[in-house]
Every structure is written in C-alpha cells, then in structure tokens.
DNA sequence: GTGTTTATCGTCAGGCAGACGACTATGATC
DNA sequence: GATCATAGTCGTCTGCCTGACGATAAACAC
C-alpha cells in the first residue's frame, strides 16, 4: 500500500490528566468544570490538545504546568525533588466518546504532594481537588449534600484507571514518595499508602518494612513533630525506583 | 476556549503491534518486511491506520487478524480458550518517528501459542518471527550471518516496551498460559517463563508453586507425553488471572 | 535390561510478614 | 507539674513461602 494521505481518517489528539494527590487522609484527584458544550457545567479532567511540534510528554507537562503550577520531576537531577511525577497511563479513542469529532486522548497520570488551591484559567472556582470516590460515584450526593453529575466524556474510566494503576504502583515502587514532600516521615509515608489503598497499616509492621528495604528511604537527620507525638526522622526518596521485596496490599 | 477545528493540528492514528510466542525455547516476536519508503526493506513491527468508525482495540484485533489470522481471546468465554490475549501497551507521539507526516501510534501486545508459519498479505517471504534479541540488537549479524538492520521507525523501543511488559505481567498474572497451547503440562508452562525470562528454573519448586496457586492451573485428567519422558498431567487455565502469591523472577 | 529424559513428591533451613507487646518522647489538659 | 493522649520505634513469636536439594516414577531408545 503506497503512501496516500487520503488513506488515514484525520484524528484530533489531546492528553488528559488523572492528577492525584493526599488530602486530609484521603486520596484526591484534580477536576476542572467545563465552560463550553458539550458536557457543560461537568466536571472533567484537566486535558487539551497536543500541539503540532509537541511530544505526547511534552504536551501532558505543559498542561500539569497550565493547571497546578507543577513542573516535571526529572528523574536525571534526583537532588530536585520537587515536582510531580508523571507517566503516560493509557490512550482512549472510541469513535463515540466525543460528540464532535474524532478525538484520541492519551491519558497521563501525575503524582502530587499536597498542593495550594488549584487554578484553573485564573479562575478558582473552576477548578477543585476532590475525593476521587466522590468523583467515580454515579448520580449521588456529595459530602456537601450536592447532587453528584458523573464526570465528563469517558473521564470516569480514565480516573479509574489512573487509580487503580497508583494503587498497584506503589506496592512495587517508590512511587508512593511522589505523594510526599522533599522530607516526610515514615508516618507520613504510611497515610499515603492508608488514603490510596483505603486501608489501615499496622504502624510497626509498615515502619519495620520500609526502613528495611534497601534504597527506598534515606534518613536526612532531621526530626519532627508536626504530626503531634514523640518526634520522627525525617527521610527522603532514596535512588531505588523499584521495591524488591513489594509492599504487600492486605487483602479485602 | 470555544470549539474551533482549525484549533488543533489533525494526526493520523495507527495501531502498531508487539506479537509476541514461543518458539524453540526463544521469545520471538512477528515482524513483516516494509514494502515501500520509508525504511523500504527493512522488518517492522505489523500495524496500520485506525479506520474512521472503528476503536483502538478493534483496529488492533482486525490488524492481528489479517497477519495472523488470530483471534482474540473473549474474556468472556472462557471455554473458548483458543486466540490470542491482546492488550494495549502504551503510545508513542514523537513528532519526528515518521518522516511523512505526524503520526501517533497506539501500540498493543498480543501474546500467542506457537503457530504455523505467518502471512503478510499473503506473502510469506514478507513475515516472520525473530527471536527477540535478533531484531533488538543494533547493527550486528543474525543467526544466519546476515546483516542486522534495526527495525524501522521507533518499533525497537515498542518491541521493547513490550517484551518488558510481558517479562513482569506474567509474574503476577496468569497471562503466560497465553503463550500455550489450550491444553498443557506443567513442563511446557515452564518453559514458556524460561524463555521469556531467559532463566532456568528449577522443576520441582516450579511444579510445586504453580499446582499450588489456587485458580491458576485446572487438570483436564489427561496426559501426554510429546515432551519424551515420563507422562505428564494436562492442565487448562483456571479462571483466576492475578496470582497471588505471584511467580518470583530470580535476581539476574 | 540399561540408560536417558521428564514428571512428581518430599524434606529441610532461611527469610519474611502478620499479630502484637513494650517502651519512648512529645504536646495537651487539668 | 502530674496525667493523658498521641505518635514513633524496637522486639518477639509464629506460620508460611521459597530456594536448594534428594528421591522416586514412568515413559522411550538402544
């Protein structure tokens, strides 16, 4: 088959963002409400479309920066430990999914600490951190008592597999840091494996475990107390990316 | 931002695909020889454009179809246990991976049992299946003293997302028994995790871990002996897909 | 029969994880 | 300042799983 542009349907490409982050114990994403039709009104992913001379990453780090101010961790200077993680989850492109046209979203994922109020365009009230089980229920009520309009588009299964994909990435690697700040504690580290899992860890076993495991925390010294209780070391990520032996998720 | 279409630069979208089995104790993977420019002549991984009215994993199924003639398999048959498991791997957007024009390409991983000789638009000189090595190794001679030529495009990188991907999921899922055939010993199950893991296992600890993962492994009461030696038990896949505890890779 | 090949069952020691007790060092409260 | 609540850290014990084997079984080739 020889080389016809007429051969290929044209597609639009956007990237959509599952951002997460831990917020008062609870593992929450990043919404934004959609100014134009279709699906006005609705929550939705933060996303747009992957300029002409823009690598797909590039795009899903350009549009992080647009929305939270994050800039990229670059895995080549681990002293910069600021800075969300991101990597691309999966790509979308049912015929239907938009009502306007064609359009193939590569979704990324990004891992935040806990963050300042959103923007959005300027403008906060456009943009939220909200509960990602808020988010995923279906025609409920909120804690507010607001009746729940499910998200946009396909965007309620793209947030559902961002999550249960940093659900199982941190049982292998250090991902789970990505959460925290510079310096945070084991106890810390511990309520971001609680909020994500949805589960309780036993304090002792969880602190046994991960100081035990080669590379994955470097003391830096420090202690605090801004958790209340005897003060705790503080740590950092250390270089190992790749948990061996695992955490290990409880049952259900 | 109100819809405009002159917005956002139109793509073209094709699926590429990783088509991975076992044959002689070695991961091979098909590739099909490119007819015109660009990289005319060289091997490259099967794909094709997305069609208008058609989802990514159909336009992937159609496109294993028309190589292999390999359906896929339909999680929900489960007695159907023939075709092929696909799935999504990840996608690549550089703006310069084609020379032609903006191309994205969602690249999926199909795993296989051994098959007959492949078809490339019924050319059987235009596909094979290589050892995974040989097409991954830059610039050096196959096993017939022939010139290596890297694969065309960015399929190196995609063929080795893929292998990766196959290497950890059959760790944890029960996705090797992919690359068996419907009915297979625990021998040939172990063969198949030798290959791709490019390790030796040892027999008995293997046999005792996969007879003892519940869910894994169910004995149809037969037996066979193609594999010389004494009979051994015929097994199909059990419905379980996630193994827990899951298969340990040994340190390298 | 003898040797070879593959399958299968057992044994044993080391390591890790879950359950939980004990102790320590802070701030809050009376 | 004594007491309490909170959170962190160190140990112990037991059961399970794994890796490293030995041993036996059942076919085929000669």
Redesign the interface.
């Known amino acids: ?3 016809d ?1 007429s ?8 990237v959509d963002l599952v951002v997460l982050t831990v917020r008062r114990h609870s593992l929450c994403a990043l919404a934004v409400r959609r ?3 279709p699906f006005q009104g609705r929550w939705a992913l933060p996303g747009g ?8 990453a590039q795009a899903a780090a350009r549009e992080l920066a647009e929305e939270t101010g994050l800039r990229v961790h670059d895995p080549a200077v681990p002293a910069q430990d600021n800075g969300a993680h991101l990597e ?1 989850l ?6 239907k999914r938009d009502p ?3 359009v ?1 979203s ?1 979704a990324h994922l990004a891992l935040a600490p806990d963050l300042p109020a959103p923007r959005a365009g300027g403008d906060a009230s456009n943009a939220r951190w909200a509960p990602v089980e808020e988010l995923l229920q279906q025609g409920g009520y909120g804690r507010d008592g607001e009746p729940v309009a499910p998200l946009a588009f396909d965007h309620a299964q793209i947030l559902s597999d961002g999550v249960e994909r940093a659900r199982s990435k941190i049982e292998y690697s250090s991902l789970a840091t990505a959460f925290c700040p510079p310096e945070f504690t084991v106890g810390e580290l511990r309520r971001v494996y609680e909020a994500v899992w949805g589960v309780a860890l036993d304090p002792r076993n969880f602190h046994r475990k991960v100081t035990g495991t080669p590379g994955f925390l470097v003391p830096t010294g420090g202690t605090t107390t801004r958790q209340g209780g005897r003060p705790a070391q503080l740590f950092r990520a250390g270089g190992a990316t790749l948990l061996n032996p695992p955490m290990l998720r409880p049952e259900v």
């Open positions: 088959m020889p080389y542009p051969a290929f349907p044209p597609f639009a490409v956007t100014g134009e039709p479309f992957v300029r002409a001379d823009e690598d797909l691309q999966a790509t979308y492109g049912d015929p306007r046209m064609r193939v590569v």
